[in-house]
């Protein structure tokens, strides 16, 4: 089982930065993907990013240089650092962890953009 702690949210005016992280804990296997989600009020949980165990990544269209997913050594926390950010991107953030036939959620950390 794996268990993900997500932290960093908050309220920042547009045109600021804020650093989420995602702490994974448990059984953790080598070979993994894990990603960061949105979901804004009234609106379907979104793809943001994604990182592999191999570094590999990938971005929305509507997030591409502005936001950076990356992992620390270990791979057991995750980071979005998110720069410029624009009152739609006011959501919950939720990070996930997948591998095989394994997945988990986090309970996700509440990101909201002032105009």
């Known amino acids: 089982q794996v268990q993900l702690v997500e932290s960093g949210g908050g309220l920042v005016q547009a045109g600021g930065s804020l650093r989420l992280s995602c702490a994974a804990s448990?059984?953790?296997?080598?070979?993994?993907?894990m990603s960061w989600y949105r979901q804004a009020p009234g609106k379907q949980r979104e793809l943001v990013a994604v990182?592999?165990?191999?570094?590999?990544?990938n971005y929305a269209d509507s997030v591409k240089g502005r936001f950076t997913i990356s992992s620390d050594n270990a791979k057991t926390t995750m980071y979005l650092q998110m720069n410029s950010l624009k009152p739609e991107d006011t959501a919950t953030y939720y990070c996930?962890?997948?591998?095989?036939?394994?997945?988990?959620w986090g309970q996700g950390t509440l990101v909201t953009v002032s105009s």
């Open positions: 996930n962890y997948a591998s095989g036939n394994v997945a988990a």
């Open positions: 448990g059984s953790i296997f080598r070979i993994n993907i």
């Open positions: 990182i592999t165990s191999g570094g590999s990544t």
